[in-house]
């Protein structure tokens, strides 16, 4: 928001530097993005730690002037000779501005036109290049007369970029006055964080500066002149929803003449951000930057033309199905049933909050106007201007959110401004609808907290001053203070968060660098471990050091996207958790699949590099029916590309395989002391005959494998990928506490290999179960290194060759020691499944 201090000023006195005032509000949270200098003179150096830019006016070269006759140019049509007086002297200054032709060859004025007017040898912006680009004013010739000075436009001020005429100041500007003192002025960027919602207007801001700098703040009086008939029984108000339009009121004016507003109110509004319409919208544009309430005004005629001879009644309700509007900006909009409308019997008039309708506006032909004040749901208005893609700068303070209190002070205040400014008659009474009274929280709080919280004693009698400053009310009860909110502030909760609140006020305004540094005076709480994060990040560590990067996916997304995992009809009837509100339809769910989340990325990436191998855990959303959805963690595998990296000398390029994906996951397992089988499984998503479920007791703990191809060509794959999908609160149970180490002997060990035949349908692993139960603690090491297959060895038969490792923790093995454990294990293969030694 941009903050003029000239503004500031009509409601604190302000006799610190500028600088200094922009210190203290970022210190308490309104920060000062930028300081831009409009005639003031700026301080030197750069070091005081605002960004800064702008122009100051020299006082004795640049001033306020007055233009006395308006005379031709004698080589030229469109320039103009004015006889100018300075204070001090008469001038004759050329100049080109348009805005002056209606005046030329008249003779004298009969009314001075007041200017800004740069003497030679002035510094200013030149209007007519690109940009600011500063230029110094010389004594020349134009068209053979000569020229040292000029009266100036907006642009060459540094006040806006308006340059196509000149500056035409009030009547009661002092001729001969520098203009720095009569207008210089400074505005601040101020960036209006969500904690300060009630600061977006001139008021706000002020009684900050007035708070922190300990000086009175100077609130503003509407005294409303009234004249003529009364706008009761004239105007009549329905709200259809309370929750959505907790109060609205309307107040009548008559007789308006419309024209340019004065240049004081003009160039404020240009400072502030804001363009000048005529003096009617100006009143409602400057009452919103003043005191922070939007208003809206209707041309008066148009709702009594739509009445039809019947009292106006402005109801505010949602659109009906199909429902369209006209907005200011020429656009026709189809409104959604959420959209909040105010509306006549004919129909709607305005999008409540956002923006008005093109049918009722305010023109140049206006005579009578019905000004409205209100007050709206913040989240509705938020998404209405979200829909229309409609930012202005009404919702803009709707959406954050404007106490009901302010409607019928805002209301009196542009009423005031559109008197003084239009000459319109204010009429007697206003129309105001409240059915649901905001109740402004009470918080009670202990000194002691303040004390606790802050880390310094400040005094109970210093803690109300500071409150009080900002307009809350204090009652001292005992051993607390019982705070009343003020009716501008909407973000001051009840219990607990208003206590926080308040203490927040406190700190901020007392100075966040006057809080002392202290040691914590408290007990430190005991510290408790947290056993499933803590294995959550060893599992992420452990993958990360097998080689695979972790990748962080958005937990919403769309049905479209997930249903790629599962081709054809698997995935047909799955229930997503919903979102209410989404940003995009891209992101209109919350995901099931974690793997799917990983498949996207490894998509995205598999064109850019030839081997990739991402993991990812976290949660996925399941519905519950009308309770909260359950968020159990998923642990997300995704592999694909060659074995080893490309090299000149590579002739064998082997891609990522099964067993690639299957010897990560024993690593892994191993690492966390999980116990695991492997058995061949069916999943939908993976390639039918190279899918596995890894097994725990008879219960599941997830799936890996190859993709199907169909999935593959879902998701544009060329090389195959190899994925695993697990259930993370699954592993998280298994993964034991303690575990028991194994000393490393001091006796060397005897390697040993052995090859038995097993009928095909035996599993390898249940081959070594036995082995290694046999075995015993003698038998260290079991490795599986060669599966043959050959009708030498009996059709339907394998051959499978282990490596066997001996080894004492008590004694050095002799050959006889092994032969006696070989001879051990081969019989147990022999009686259990039928196995023999292949020679």
């Known amino acids: 928001m941009k903050a003029p201090v000239s503004w500031l000023r009509d409601f604190v006195d302000i006799d610190i530097p500028v600088v200094e005032v922009a210190r203290l509000l970022t210190l308490a949270g309104l920060e000062v993005e930028e300081i831009h200098y409009v005639g003031l003179e700026m301080p030197a150096g750069g070091d005081h730690g605002f960004r800064s830019g702008g122009i100051a006016w020299e006082r004795e070269k640049i001033v306020v002037a007055e233009i006395l006759e308006v005379g031709p140019h004698p080589n030229a049509d469109r320039l103009t000779l004015c006889r100018l007086n300075d204070g001090r002297q008469e001038h004759t200054v050329l100049t080109g501005a348009p805005n002056l032709f209606d005046y030329k060859g008249k003779g004298p004025l009969p009314k001075p036109l007041k200017v800004a007017y740069a003497k030679e040898g002035a510094t200013i912006y030149d209007g007519h290049a690109d940009g600011l680009a500063l230029t110094t004013l010389k004594r020349a010739k134009i068209r053979g007369v000569e020229s040292y000075s000029m009266v100036c436009s907006e642009k060459e001020l540094g006040i806006s970029d308006e340059h196509e005429g000149i500056i035409f100041l009030d009547d009661d500007a002092p001729v001969g006055m520098p203009l720095a003192d009569y207008f210089g002025d400074a505005v601040f960027e101020i960036k209006i964080n969500p904690n300060m919602a009630r600061n977006p207007n001139m008021l706000g801001i002020a009684r900050e500066v007035a708070a922190l700098t300990r000086r009175p703040l100077k609130k503003p009086e509407s005294i409303l002149e009234t004249t003529g008939e009364t706008i009761e029984g004239q105007v009549q108000i329905e709200i259809s929803d309370p929750a959505l339009n907790p109060r609205f009121t309307l107040g009548l004016i008559r007789d308006v003449g419309i024209k340019p507003s004065p240049y004081w109110v003009q160039r404020r509004l240009k400072l502030a951000g804001m363009r000048p319409i005529n003096n009617v919208v100006d009143a409602a544009n400057y009452a919103m930057l003043e005191i922070g309430e939007p208003l809206h005004a209707f041309d008066y005629d148009v709702l009594l033309a739509r009445a039809e001879g019947r009292p ?32 006549d019997a004919k129909g709607p008039l305005s999008i409540a909050g956002v923006m008005g309708g093109a049918e009722s506006e305010v023109n140049s032909g206006t005579k009578n106007i019905l000004l409205e004040a209100a007050a709206w749901n913040f989240i509705n208005i938020r998404k209405t201007a979200t829909q229309h893609a409609l930012p202005s700068e009404a919702s803009y303070r709707f959406s954050r959110g404007v106490h009901p209190a302010l409607a019928l002070e805002g209301l009196k205040r542009g009423l005031s401004w559109m008197s003084a400014w239009s000459g319109g008659r204010v009429a007697p009474g206003l129309v105001d609808e409240y059915p ?11 000194h002691a907290d303040v004390q606790r919280a802050l880390g310094m004693d400040i005094p109970t009698s210093e803690i109300i001053s500071l409150l009080e400053r900002l307009e809350f009310r204090c009652e001292v009860r005992g051993d607390v203070i019982a705070v009343q909110a003020p009716p501008f502030r909407m973000d001051v909760g009840e219990g607990l968060a208003g206590v926080a609140d308040i203490m927040e006020e406190i700190a901020r305004t007392y100075g966040y660098d006057h809080i002392p540094e202290t040691l914590l005076a408290d007990p430190l709480p005991p510290q408790r471990g947290n056993p499933s994060f803590e294995q959550e990040e060893r599992t992420r560590d452990l993958l990360a050091s097998l080689g695979l990067d972790e990748v962080v996916t958005h937990r919403m997304t769309s049905v479209g996207r997930e249903s790629r995992l599962l081709p054809g009809e698997a995935g047909a009837g799955l229930e997503y958790v919903r979102i209410a509100n989404p940003i995009t339809p891209e992101y209109a769910v919350m995901r099931r699949s974690l793997l799917s989340s990983a498949l996207d990325v490894l998509e995205h990436n598999a064109r850019l590099r030839e ?68 058995a061949p499984a069916e999943n939908p998503a993976f390639h039918p005959g190279k899918c596995a479920a890894v097994m725990n007791g008879g219960a599941s703990l997830g799936v890996f494998g190859e993709l199907h191809p169909a999935v593959q060509e879902n998701y544009g794959f060329a090389a195959p990928v190899l994925a695993a999908d697990f259930d993370f609160e699954a592993l998280l149970a298994l993964i034991p506490v303690g575990y028991e180490t194994r000393p490393v002997s001091e006796f060397p060990p005897v390697l040993e290999d052995i090859a038995v035949i097993v009928d095909e349908s035996i599993p390898a692993e249940r081959v070594e179960a036995l082995i290694r139960q046999t ?17 030498a060895i009996g059709v339907g038969k394998k051959s499978l060759a282990y490596n066997l490792t001996y080894q004492s923790f008590e004694k050095t093995l002799t050959d006889s020691d092994a032969a006696g454990l070989r ?17």
């Open 611 to 678: 081997s990739l191998a991402f993991f990812e855990i976290g949660s996925v959303y399941i519905p519950n029916g009308n309770d909260l959805p359950g968020e159990p963690r998923r642990l997300a595998i995704a592999i694909t590309g060659r074995r080893y990296a490309s090299s000149w000398d590579t002739h064998l390029e082997p891609g990522l395989d099964f067993y690639d994906l299957k010897g990560i996951l024993e690593a892994l397992l191993e690492a966390l002391h999980i116990d695991a089988t492997y």
């Open 775 to 791: 075995g015993g603690r003698m038998l260290a090491e079991v490795r599986l290194f060669d599966v043959y297959r050959s009708d």
């Open 436 to 446: 649901q009274p905001r109740r402004d929280p009470l918080v009670e709080l202990a």
């Open 312 to 343: 106006v009644v402005i109801s505010t309700r949602t659109a009906r199905p199909g429902e369209k509007l006209t907005t200011l900006d020429g656009v026709e909009r189809t409104l959604a049933e959420t959209n909040v409308l105010v509306c």
């Open 823 to 839: 001879n051990k294990i081969v019989r147990r293969l022999q009686q259990e499944l039928g196995a023999a030694l292949r020679g």
